[in-house]
């Protein structure tokens, strides 16, 4: 069975040893980290992490080892995450990396001239104005779609 969870203390041994997966604790955060982790049959299979800074979260990375069904994994890592952080009580997501999946999943690309950058600490508009493609989602719109 397939299980997307918070990381524990108890999986850092695990993804560090698999180069695989390791940059999931070896990115270093710039705030107070996050990870979510996919979890099959006892074994990591992959997972995301980032930081947050005050309502907002920004991914760093995410890593799904290769395997058939391993899109499907990273869109359910995706929405795992989507779901923990609102419960942490975020507002938006971040993500550095241009992909079709964060447009599937409902991401807006970030324009340079977005009107809420002004309203996040320094590290998040830096991250903005220096990545080629960031890609946001509110997290309450998220879930009031999902609600219709």
Known sequence: MVNFRRMKLGDLDS??????????ITTSPKEQ?????????NSIKGGASGYVIENAAFMQNIVVKKQKDSAVYKDGLIRS???????????????????????EI????T??????????????????????????????????????
Do not use: A, C
């Not at 993804?15 to 999931?24: L, M, T, V």
């Open 106 to 109: 409902g991401f807006s690309k």
């Open 111 to 148: 324009q340079r001239d977005e009107s809420f950058n002004s309203n996040f600490k320094k590290t998040i508009q830096n991250e903005i104005k220096n990545s080629n493609s960031v890609y946001w989602i509110s997290l309450k719109e998220f879930f009031k779609k999902s609600d219709n």
């Open 15 to 24: 993804i560090y040893k698999d180069p695989e997966i390791r940059s999931i």
């Open 33 to 41: 980290k996050f990870s979510v982790v996919i979890e099959e049959d």
């Open 81 to 103: 995450m989507i779901h923990f952080l609102e419960l942490d009580g975020m507002d938006f997501l971040f993500v550095g990396e241009e992909n079709i999946i964060y447009e």
